[in-house]
């Protein structure tokens, strides 16, 4: 499979990691991780069967997928496999949701002036407007 053939739901090699494609716009798709069992479970964890995965081309059935939307470039990307339409569905869901909960934990600080109490803007979701949505574990090996 070659990188034209990247399409939602497709399961996709880019770099090291494994992303299920939610989106593909013109030069870049948007995707969800496949985190091994040895991670942390986190609240945006899907939980993929084994049966949903006989399709996905994937050496190891032991992972979970964590909803929390990225963007790559499609040219970094190798389509290994790929998965039904209803798992695609599943991790919208829990991309949504995770969202809305994570605009709903923006803390408040307290301007030191006035004594007012500011709310920060809340995070977009990505695959909505084009922009990235990184864990705090992408952001600082970004970083670095």
């Not at 880019?14 to 989106?23: K, L, N």
């Not at 339409?85 to 949504?96: D, F, H, M, T, W």
């Not at 949701?97 to 301007?111: F, L, M, S, V």
Request: hydrophobic share 40%.
């Amino acid at each position: 499979m070659g990188k034209c053939e990247i399409s939602s739901g497709s399961v996709v090699l880019s770099g090291r990691q494994t992303f299920i494609v939610i989106q593909k716009n013109s030069g870049s798709f948007v995707g969800c991780p496949l985190v091994y069992e040895g991670e942390p479970v986190h609240r945006a964890d899907v939980v993929l069967q084994w049966h949903d995965l006989v399709d996905a081309g994937l050496s190891r059935l032991d992972v979970r997928c964590r909803s929390i939307p990225c963007q790559r470039s499609v040219l970094s990307a190798r389509v290994i496999g790929r998965v039904a339409p209803e798992i695609v569905s599943r991790l919208a869901v829990g991309a949504e949701r995770e969202q809305t909960q994570r605009n709903g934990e923006i803390p408040t600080r307290k301007d030191v002036n006035s004594r007012k109490r500011f709310r920060q803007a809340p995070v977009r979701a990505v695959w909505l407007d084009g922009g990235m949505m990184m864990s705090r574990r992408e952001a600082s090996l970004r970083a670095g």
